[in-house]
């Protein structure tokens, strides 16, 4: 008996679906607030939106719905997309993306979806790793800084020598803002001013 990842795989594995849609053209659908690119796609009897594509696998699966929709955009970061729908202004108003996924994606995810599954968890536990190591980076360069070093703030160094620079603002007529090199203003700094060179250095050493 074929499992569901089984029957989606031969399922999707006889469909077909346009490699792209440039040929229909820009603008908007004429009876949908949808672009006509999104309207050619949804219609496209070998894609699916990718909150379908989430159900599906759901369905196939006793995966949670965040996992799959995390590893499908771990094997998948490039989705086909279009505009369809509007924004909420509280999010910034504008079209909303709507992604897809073809049949021959479909039929990867359903026939390596325990080898992706894992390829993901490994990711995962990597990228964990990695920033452990960093935050402990982080907290022993502080460290050497609250000891070694003098917090300097929004202020104007008549030297660089031996300053660790870890922002660079201006004062503006509404406040401060991150340096912008097109306005003529003041450039103010904040970071940290060591007395010794040989600490100084020290400090970029730190891993």
Not at 125 to 137: G, T
Request: hydrophobic share 35%; aromatic share 16%; net charge positive.
């Amino acid at each position: 008996m074929k499992t569901k990842l089984e029957k989606i795989a031969i399922k999707y594995s006889a469909l077909t679906h346009n490699e792209n849609n440039f040929y229909v053209g820009g603008g908007l659908d004429n009876c949908k607030f949808a672009s006509n690119r999104h309207e050619n796609a949804n219609n496209d009897k070998g894609k699916l939106t990718f909150g379908k594509a989430v159900q599906l696998f759901k369905s196939a699966t006793d995966c949670e719905i965040d996992f799959i929709k995390s590893v499908m955009e771990f094997i998948y970061p490039n989705m086909e997309w279009h505009h369809a729908g509007m924004l909420p202004k509280s999010y910034g108003g504008g079209m909303k993306k709507t992604y897809f996924l073809n049949a021959e994606q479909i039929v990867n995810l359903a026939n390596n979806w325990e080898q992706h599954s894992a390829l993901y968890n490994k990711n995962i536990k990597e990228e964990k790793i990695i920033a452990e190591a960093k935050k402990l980076i982080e907290f022993k360069r502080q460290e050497f800084l609250n000891f070694y070093a003098t917090k300097v703030i929004r202020d104007e160094p008549k030297s660089f020598a031996l300053f660790y620079e870890t922002n660079k603002e201006m004062q503006g007529k509404y406040g401060w803002f991150d340096y912008d090199s097109k306005y003529k203003l003041d450039v103010y700094y904040t970071g940290w001013q060591f007395a010794s060179e040989e600490k100084f250095n020290e400090f970029f050493k730190i891993n």
